[in-house]
Nanobody, 118 residues
Framework: QAQLVESGGGLVQSGGSLRLSCVASGISFGRYGAGWYRQAPGKERERVAQINWSGSDTNYADSVKGRFTVSRDNSKNTMYLQMNNLRPEDTAAYFC???????????WGQGTQVTVSS
């Protein structure tokens, strides 16, 4: 059974850093594109960062460019999101997503909360 588990969220002051991890099990993670999304209360879920299956291609939402870095280690079935210079507006639940298309399926983690205090 496919499962994605996020960790690393928490409470941090504005300007601080956190690193989120997403560990996949039950799937061949290296065959999936993947990404991080976030959802703040009362707002729609938005894509924060994407990474292709090999890690050679990434892209970011404009709001996090230059501050967040997505990476992956397929040998560990893990994806990371390094978040630097955090701002209060980054406060949200962060979710990881694995996208294998119609053939392999798409999966979501349960989310990890990030709270940035001013």
């Amino acid at each position: 059974q496919a499962q994605l588990v996020e960790s690393g969220g928490g409470l941090v002051q504005s300007g601080g850093s956190l690193r989120l991890s997403c560990v996949a099990s039950g799937i061949s993670f290296g065959r999936y594109g993947a990404g991080w999304y976030r959802q703040a209360p009362g707002k729609e879920r938005e894509r924060v960062a994407q990474i292709n299956w090999s890690g050679s291609d990434t892209n970011y939402a404009d709001s996090v460019k230059g501050r967040f870095t997505v990476s992956r280690d397929n040998s560990k079935n893990t994806m990371y999101l390094q978040m630097n210079n955090l701002r209060p507006e980054d406060t949200a639940a962060y979710f990881c997503h694995a996208d294998g298309g119609l053939l392999l399926g798409r999966y979501w983690g349960q989310g990890t909360q990030v709270t940035v205090s001013s």
